[in-house]
C-alpha cells in the first residue's frame, strides 16, 4: 500500500535563509509525487509535481524539489525563505502501478518564517 | 479559469443531524474528489467520480455518508446523520481526468462543525 511520510510536525526557518521540508514515501511502483500549499482559511495549492525526467523540479512561488529514488524521499526546497511563505505544506504521492489513481496526502508540515 | 467553488463555506450542526455540501468544479474537468481534512490531519480522500460514475469510495462511511454527481458537472456530499468526529473541513478538488499527471484544483472547503 502507498504512504508518505512527513516527519516534522512544524519547520522553523529565519527569512532570507534557506528551507527544506522534509517528505518520504512508499509505494510498490512508480510513483508521481506532488507538493501542495495551504494558507490559512484557504483550499489546498498546487505547488510542483515530480512525474519522470530531471530529478529537480522547480514549482512555484520559487519553491523546488528533489526526487531521490534511493532514498524514496521528495523533499520540499526554498533558497531563500519569506514571511509569506508561512503556511501549512502538505506532499502527496500516486502509486501509477496499481491501477487506480488515489492521491495519498502526509499530514502536513507547518512552516514558520520569522522576519 | 473560474475555480472549484463549494458551499456553504461554514456549517454548524447538532449531532444526529443531516448535512449536505455542494460542489461545482471546473469546467472540462471529468474527475472530482472529495476529501475530509480533519484538524491536524492531511487530506484523506472519501469518493472519487469520473464523469458520473464512482471510481473509489473504499474509504467513505457509507452507513451515513453518500455522494453523488448528476450528469457529470456539480457533486453533493450529504452527512446523516451527523456525528462529533464528522467534525472536519470537506474539500473538493477535480482534475482534466483520472489518468492526468496534473495536480488538482482544491475548492476553499466547507468548514463542518458538529456540536
Known amino acids: 500500500a502507498q504512504s508518505v511520510a512527513q516527519p516534522e510536525d512544524q519547520v522553523n526557518v529565519a527569512e532570507g535563509n534557506p528551507l527544506t521540508v522534509k517528505c518520504t514515501y512508499s509505494?510498490?511502483?512508480?510513483?508521481?509525487l506532488f507538493w501542495y500549499v495551504q494558507y490559512p482559511n484557504r483550499g489546498l495549492q498546487f505547488l510542483l509535481k515530480y512525474i519522470t525526467g530531471d530529478n529537480l523540479v522547480k514549482g512555484s512561488y520559487g519553491f523546488e524539489a528533489e526526487f531521490n529514488k534511493s532514498q524514496t524521499s521528495f523533499h520540499l526546497k526554498k533558497p531563500s525563505a519569506l514571511v509569506s511563505d508561512s503556511a501549512l505544506y502538505f506532499c502527496a504521492v500516486r502509486d501509477m502501478n496499481t491501477g487506480g489513481f488515489k492521491t495519498i496526502f502526509g499530514a502536513g508540515t507547518r512552516l514558520f518564517v520569522k522576519a | 479559469e473560474a475555480g472549484v467553488a463549494q458551499s456553504p463555506r461554514y456549517k454548524i450542526i447538532e449531532k444526529r443531524q443531516s448535512v449536505a455540501f455542494w460542489c461545482n468544479p471546473i469546467s472540462g474537468h471529468a474527475t472530482l474528489y472529495w476529501y475530509q481534512q480533519i484538524l491536524g490531519q492531511g487530506p484523506k480522500l472519501l469518493i472519487q467520480f469520473q464523469n458520473n460514475g464512482v471510481v473509489d469510495d473504499s474509504q467513505l462511511p457509507k452507513d451515513r455518508f453518500s455522494a453523488e454527481r448528476l450528469k457529470g458537472v456539480d457533486s453533493t456530499l450529504k452527512i446523516q446523520p451527523a456525528k462529533l468526529e464528522d467534525s472536519a473541513v470537506y474539500l473538493c478538488?477535480?482534475?482534466?481526468?483520472?489518468?492526468?499527471?496534473?495536480?488538482?484544483?482544491f475548492g476553499s472547503g466547507t468548514r463542518l462543525t458538529v456540536v
Open positions: 509505494v510498490s511502483g512508480n510513483p508521481y
Open positions: 478538488a477535480s482534475s482534466l481526468e483520472g489518468q492526468t499527471d496534473y495536480g488538482y484544483t
